[in-house]
């Protein structure tokens, strides 16, 4: 299918009209927003008992439909809204239908948010929900991004319209009404294309929803695009070729009176979900109005952003941000090699500004987390391990967060590799940033997965960890640590990318991708005893691994002495329980003194006593 004239679609919505009457007997419109996860390597749907990101497309599409609803642009009918979010909620589609159906109701399910990634299980969830005869519209980055640069239909894409899925490319703020009008009359179209990008000032909110953030790790979060856009060009970037090169943004009066209404439900902590905070025209503006709600009303939030690396030199940006809440800064260094810069078209960022950088953000009492790329042209395993202790232990940086270069559908890294017909991983499954889809010059993909890898465990190593925060302003001390084991729980214990992770993998044995046969009960269950075992050790070698970074870092004067003697009495216990554990695997069990095994008992459960009081203490923090 070629792709249609963009103006062909500009007139496209509202074929119904909005004073046609609602069709009989249908008296509730509800939509049943989904933000779809991925399949693991073993075929099974990613979910968590607790995630840790929320996730902003769903807030916002909540909060446009919750506006529909409010301005009864539908006529008569009811609109209701549900979120789920498949990285905490099991999603069934047989289930969602018998559940959101009813006398009266007319159904329709948005798989939102979609990135490469989850695209595979997207499109299944939209086969089983059309089966089901279930209106379904798919939207999300892989579609708008795919199509951006295409010449035709992509394949995967003509698949789910040939299947009577709608997919919805662009930003939906100004015609969400329109959509859901079609879906009303059961007049939705195969493929809308938005034609212009919304004017963010005039679109309603991301709406909270308390029912879903409680399955967070921290309920009280709050995700928000200020504005969207990026003036940059960077060749492996999405967001230029789908949300434009020109920053649009809300206003800062709607932040603010936003924020103000989150407080009463206690929402005390943002991730500005921008791609760049520092290129939004109105930054100060809403650094303002955060500051008056801190200082008038005592709405002292904190949240943490996204910038450029030239963010630091704009007057007053890095003082007025410690001010309003900022806690910490995201910034794209990339890479540390002048050569791969050039050759992603990075040239804003200039690797020798890097160690003024981050410490300008310190001086203002701001933690910076970097995001990193690894294999571009000119990096090697040598590079990059040489790259990785320069960003710690030279550089300054408190985080930083590791990505393997991929080819994203949507960026011009991508359109060139299918101009010039590069190979490429056919499955957008592995489209992550943490497998190789691609091959490199100068690396092979084990070399490539290692390297990246051991990007990871080094930079998180127990004495990187150490010398981050022997370093760090003791305001930002708990926040690193707590981040840390966020970091290390999901690097060391679940083995995927953090950003991706939660706390405790789930797997239903029969929601596995095509393709992976349904295990047996009892082969499951091997599978995930074994699983249970590695998670136990997991967890018990990381706590002791954090105990043991605090016990190092936190003591401050008077308190310096004391908790360096726990420091070495952690390392006499660690020691004491390797000896015992090579005893018992030598079945020397009568050479273990009771005596000694009860006063290393009672040590080790005091200092863990300390570590937890520690850390009840430090909550809010």
């Known amino acids: 299918m070629n792709l249609p004239d963009r103006a062909s679609f500009h007139h496209s919505f509202g074929n119904v009209g909005t004073e046609a009457p609602p069709p009989a007997g249908v008296r509730t419109l509800r939509v049943v927003l989904v933000k779809p996860s991925k399949y693991d390597d073993d075929g099974y749907v990613v979910r968590f008992l607790r995630g840790v990101l929320p996730s902003n497309t769903l807030a916002v599409l909540a909060g446009l439909t919750r506006g529909v609803a409010d301005e009864r642009t539908l006529g008569d009918v009811a609109v209701q809204v549900r979120l789920l979010d498949e990285h905490v909620e099991k999603v069934v589609p047989a289930k969602l239908v018998r559940r959101f159906s009813g006398r009266g109701v007319r159904l329709v399910v948005a798989l939102c948010g979609v990135q490469s990634n989850e695209f595979p299980r997207a499109a299944d969830l939209a086969r089983e929900l059309r089966a089901l005869g279930v209106q379904v519209m798919v939207g999300g980055f892989h579609v708008s991004g795919s199509i951006a640069l295409a010449a035709s239909m992509p394949p995967e894409l003509q698949e789910l319209i040939d299947a009577g899925v709608t997919l919805v490319k662009g930003e939906v703020e100004e015609c969400w009404d329109a959509l859901l009008r079609d879906a009303l009359h059961l007049r939705l179209k195969s493929f809308y294309d938005v034609p212009e990008p919304p004017d963010l000032r005039r679109a309603p909110l991301p709406a909270a929803a308390p029912r ?26 999405t967001i230029v070729n789908v949300q434009g090169r020109t920053m649009r943004h809300r206003s800062a009066r709607q932040i603010k009176d ?123 395993t040598e590079s990059v391990r040489a790259a990785v202790r320069e960003l710690r232990d030279e550089i300054g940086v408190d985080q930083a967060s590791f990505f393997m270069l991929t080819p994203l559908p949507g960026s011009r890294d991508h359109a060139e590799m299918v101009r010039r017909g590069d190979p490429m991983d056919e499955d957008l499954n592995r489209f992550d940033s943490f497998h190789p889809t691609r091959t490199h010059p100068r690396m092979s993909a ?23 925060l022997e370093r760090a302003p003791r305001d930002t001390f708990w926040s690193l640590l707590k981040n840390f084991a966020w ?7 679940e083995e995927t990318h953090p950003m991706v992770s939660g706390f405790f993998r789930l797997k239903d044995r029969r929601q596995r991708r095509s393709g992976f046969p349904v295990e047996t009960r009892w082969r499951h269950l091997r599978r995930r005893t074994h699983e249970l075992r590695r998670w136990v050790r997991g967890v018990a070698r990381l706590y002791f691994e954090l105990q043991d970074v605090w016990l190092a870092t936190r003591g401050r004067e008077a308190r310096r002495r004391a908790l360096n003697l726990g420091e070495e009495r952690r390392a006499a216990l660690d020691a004491y329980w390797r000896e015992l554990y090579g005893k018992l695997r030598q079945g020397r069990v009568f050479r273990i003194n009771p005596l000694k095994l009860g006063v290393n008992l009672f040590r080790d459960a005091e200092l863990c006593v300390r570590f937890n009081l520690a850390l009840l203490e430090s909550q809010g923090q």
């Open 487 to 493: 970091y290390k729980y999901s690097i060391l214990v």
């Open 446 to 468: 084990g070399e490539w997965t290692a390297a990246y890898q051991e990007a990871w465990s080094d930079f998180y190593s127990v004495e990187g960890m150490k010398s981050i």
């Open 212 to 237: 879903l953030l409680k399955k967070f790790a921290y309920p009280f979060m709050g995700t928000v695009d200020t504005g969207r856009g990026c003036p940059f060009n960077c060749s492996f970037c």
């Open 258 to 380: 936003w924020i103000r209404d989150n407080w009463r439900r206690k929402v005390d902590y943002y991730f500005f979900t921008d791609d760049n905070f520092a290129r939004n025209p109105d930054w100060e503006a809403i650094l303002d109005a955060l500051i008056e709600l801190r200082r008038g009303e005592g709405i002292a939030v904190r949240f943490m952003m996204q910038t450029d690396v030239l963010a630091y030199r704009l007057a007053g940006f890095m003082e007025k941000a410690a001010v309003a809440g900022c806690t910490q800064v995201f910034l794209g260094m990339e890479s540390l090699d002048p050569q791969n810069l050039q050759a992603a078209g990075k040239r804003q960022n200039r690797t020798g500004d890097f160690r003024d950088m981050i410490a300008a953000w310190h001086s203002h009492g701001i933690a910076c987390h970097v995001g990193y790329i690894i294999g571009f042209p000119f990096d090697s």
